[in-house]
Structure formats: C-alpha cells, structure tokens
C-alpha cells in the first residue's frame, strides 16, 4: 500500500534553516508528481510547492518563493523541502503528498498524503 | 492569490444531503477543470474525495459527488452519515502554476 513518511520537523528559531524528508513506498515513485501542503495550527490547507515526476519542472506559493527549494531523489525514493530564512507564519504541519494520475503535477489532486511533521518558527 | 471561498460551516440530518460551495474567480475554478475536494477529520490527514471537478478515486462512496458552474465548484454529500462528520477543503489549479485552497467547511452531521 502507499506510505508516504514524514521526517525533519522541529523547532527552530527566525531566520534559520530546516529541512523535511519524505519517504514513499507501495508506489512507483520516479512516475508521479509530488506536492507539499502546510497546515498552521487550527488553519486550513496551504499549498507550498510542487515536483514532477523527473524533477524537470518545480512550482512555488509565493509566500515562500525563493526561501523554500522542493527536491527528489528518485533512486532512493524521497522527497525534499529545504526551508532557508525561515519566519514565523512558516510554522505548520508539512505533508507531503502524491499527485493522482493522468495529468500534469500542478493540475492534479493529491491522491494520498502522509502523517505530517510539525515545525514550529520561534525564538 | 487570494485563497477561494467557503462557507465556514454547513450542516445536515443523517440521511439528508448538504451541498457546500466553493467560489473563486474564471483565473482558477472558473477557468480550469481541475478541482478537488477533501475530507479532514481531526488529528488526521487529508483525503481525497473528488479530483477534476467530479471524478472520484476508487474507494470513495458514491455519496459524494461534485460539479462545477462558471466560478463555483461544489461538493454533495447525499445520505449523510455520522462518519461525514470533518471538515472540507476545496483546491483548484490557478493561473501561473498555482494552487489554491479554500479556508475550509465544517460539516455537522446533526
């Protein structure tokens, strides 16, 4: 079955650096797009970047644009979110989550997402 | 992007069907056939209940329907059942490779 496991999460200070694992199974992982959605506590859903399948196209919410950098290595089947200059309203759950099949990464809904991991932004 | 519109809460007796909205603008719901909805229950991750506009995964009942009117997407539940019970979140691809959610709908199952 599809597991999609979170890791990297933590508390750290304004202005530092995190970064977030993800690891999948039960699916052929270098064929799909996948996306990372942030959740601040007791708020909804908020999309922050995207990968396709070959790492050729990647896509970011401005709100993190030039701050966050998504990554994959499809040989060991893992998704990365590398967070720089970190503030604040960063802090949330990180999912990540799979692209359902048949179109483009972007356009696509999240078919199966993991657990999530919590940063927390604060001094 | 401003993040697309739902109403905070919306509610329906075990048996009856509740619609909920989702309304954004003809740069992503209304220019796109690419909406999801998903369902949240407390404590958990989301999942996916409908993907371009009315398509749904394989798993999903068929309770659960969605379709789409110039800006506004929407979302039916029919035969509520006390499981329905969460929270849901609507999403459309948008102009410039972006994504958007809406703020979420807290469904009460009376």
Request: hydrophobic share 30%; net charge neutral; glycine share 12%.
């Amino acid at each position: 079955q599809v597991q999609l496991v979170e890791s990297g999460g933590g508390v750290v200070q304004p202005g530092r650096s995190l970064r977030l694992s993800c690891a999948a199974s039960g699916f052929t992982f270098s064929i799909y797009g996948m996306h990372w959605v942030r959740q601040a506590p007791g708020k909804g859903l908020d999309w922050v970047a995207v990968m396709s399948y070959d790492g050729s196209n990647e896509y970011y919410a401005d709100s993190v644009k030039g701050r966050f950098t998504i990554s994959r290595d499809n040989s060991k089947k893992m998704l990365y979110l590398q967070m720089n200059s970190l503030r604040t309203e960063d802090t949330a759950v990180y999912y990540c989550a799979k692209v359902s099949p048949g179109v483009t990464a972007i356009k696509a809904g999240f078919d199966y997402w993991g657990q999530g991991t919590l940063v927390t932004v604060s001094s | 992007q401003s993040a697309l519109t739902q109403p905070p809460s919306a509610s329906g007796s075990p048996g009856q069907s509740v619609t909920i909205s989702c309304t954004g603008t003809s740069s992503d719901v209304g220019g796109y056939n690419y909406v999801s909805w998903y369902q949240q229950h407390p404590g958990k991750a989301p999942k996916l209940m409908i993907y371009e506009v009315s398509k749904r995964p394989s798993g999903v009942p068929d309770r659960f329907s969605g379709s789409k009117s110039g800006d506004t997407a929407s979302l039916t539940v029919s035969g509520l059942q006390a499981e329905d019970e969460a929270e849901y979140y609507c999403s459309s691809y948008a102009d410039s490779n972006n994504v958007l959610f809406g703020g979420g709908t807290k469904l009460t199952v009376l």
